[in-house]
């Protein structure tokens, strides 16, 4: 887990692999289940689009403060 934000209302983590921190990160929906979060896919075309547009932003607005 590299990253978490939040838009629309819900939060999502985005998460890279260890092993290869150059691939591109997946990003899930983060759900309550009782006390517990877990992680769920994004199967809505038009929520993986909006949470991508955000990403992207965020990912924008880290690498121009560098």
Do not use: K
């Amino acid at each position: 887990l590299v990253y978490t934000f939040e838009t629309g209302g819900n939060a999502y983590a985005v998460l890279l692999d260890r092993n290869d921190p150059e691939d591109e990160g997946v990003i899930f929906r983060i759900e309550e289940d009782g006390e517990d979060e877990v992680l769920v896919n994004i199967e809505d075309d038009a929520e993986w689009e909006r949470v991508m547009n955000v990403y992207e932003q965020l990912v924008a607005q880290e690498i121009g403060e560098d």
